[in-house]
């Protein structure tokens, strides 16, 4: 999904998935696990085409500095 279009097909037609009860799609992170990243769901209304984005800077922020240095490697 860039600029709020299908990365396949460049529909406009973004269907955001709520997430079901207590399988809330999220990417854990800290030593311990003891934080999650939460994770958004998209599905283009035209091709069928899945992407999941996070959608806070701020989790992103994280995520770079809990697996960042595993890319160099």
Same mark, same amino acid.
């Given at each position: 999904?860039?600029n709020n279009? /299908? !990365?396949? /097909?460049?529909? +406009? ?6 997430? =079901? +009860?207590? $399988? $809330? +799609?999220? @990417? =854990? @992170?800290?030593?311990r696990g003891? %934080?999650?990243v *939460?994770? %958004?769901?998209? =599905? /283009?209304?035209? /091709?069928?085409f @899945? $992407?999941?984005?996070?959608?806070? !800077?701020t989790?992103l *922020? $994280? ?8 890319? *160099?490697?």
């Amino acid at each position: 999904m860039q600029n709020n279009k /299908c !990365t396949k /097909c460049s529909s +406009p037609e973004l269907l955001p998935i709520p997430p =079901v +009860p207590g $399988e $809330e +799609p999220r @990417i =854990v @992170i800290g030593e311990r696990g003891m %934080r999650a990243v *939460a994770v %958004r769901k998209y =599905v /283009c209304g035209q /091709c069928g085409f @899945i $992407e999941e984005w996070v959608e806070h !800077t701020t989790d992103l *922020a $994280e995520l770079r500095k809990e697996y960042g240095h595993s890319l *160099a490697d």
